[in-house]
């Protein structure tokens, strides 16, 4: 267990729909990354927050996006699903946002969109 | 983007100590050796890092090379447990931040 959490587990939802995607870090850390898992394209970062700001940007869609609240938890919205966006969608966590700072990943959620 | 080159794929017969390698010939003086492995679909897990120095922690043995442009992943005594994908990882700085790149890693079987 890294100690990250990650709500819900499975989401099946409908191509148009919006879901939002939960993630708590570890107790302590300030940064939070999103990483999306799809079959074709592998792990892919997405982007960060640090203490409640935008740190860095991945490969994230414009139709994606991300916040970090004050109790540090941290949301990952996706609007207008398409089947592409079916995929495992990773929470990880760190202490700061610098190296050597090591990412404790969360168990994912899993999105089906039919 | 990697930055890491890995065989796809090795079998590693249970309780036989399995050597992982790790291609990184771009790697850069204060770009960190990090080591990740993912069993089925749960989410990765951190197992060591290394900048220059040998590192050991209770899971594993990393061997970076004196020019590190290579390094090796030890697990001592493998067990089916071990069996995942295996990602080697340069980390990336990206203006302050450290995002972590992933590439195809390899897939570990470890045989009974």
């Known amino acids: 267990d890294s100690g990250v959490t990650q709500t819900p587990k499975h989401l099946i939802t409908a191509t148009g729909q919006r879901v939002t995607l939960r993630c708590s870090p570890r107790?302590?850390?300030?940064?939070v990354y999103w990483y999306q898992q799809s079959l074709d394209q592998g792990l892919q970062f997405l982007i960060q927050y640090y203490n409640g700001e935008e740190r860095a940007k991945g490969n994230i869609l414009e139709r994606f996006s991300a916040q970090q609240f004050p109790d540090l938890h941290s949301e990952l919205n996706l609007s207008s699903l398409e089947l592409g966006d079916s995929a495992l969608y990773f929470c990880?966590?760190?202490?700061?946002?610098?190296?050597?700072?090591?990412?404790?990943f969360g168990p994912g959620t899993r999105l089906t969109v039919l | 983007d990697a930055k890491t080159t890995q065989p796809p794929s090795m079998d590693c017969a249970e309780g036989r100590a399995a050597n992982l390698p790790c291609n990184h010939s771009t790697i850069s003086g204060n770009e960190y050796v990090y080591w990740y492995r993912q069993i089925h679909s749960q989410g990765p897990q951190y197992i060591i890092h290394g900048l220059k120095n040998n590192e050991t922690n209770e899971m594993a043995s990393l061997i970076i090379t004196e020019d590190r442009k290579s390094s090796t992943l030890i697990l001592p005594h493998a067990t089916l447990r071990d069996t995942a994908v295996y990602y080697c990882i340069v980390r990336v700085s990206q203006g302050g931040s450290e995002k972590l790149v992933f590439g195809k890693g390899m897939k570990l079987t470890v045989n009974p």
């Open positions: 990880a966590s760190s202490w700061t946002s610098g190296s050597p700072d090591t990412q404790y």
């Open positions: 107790s302590g850390d300030l940064s």
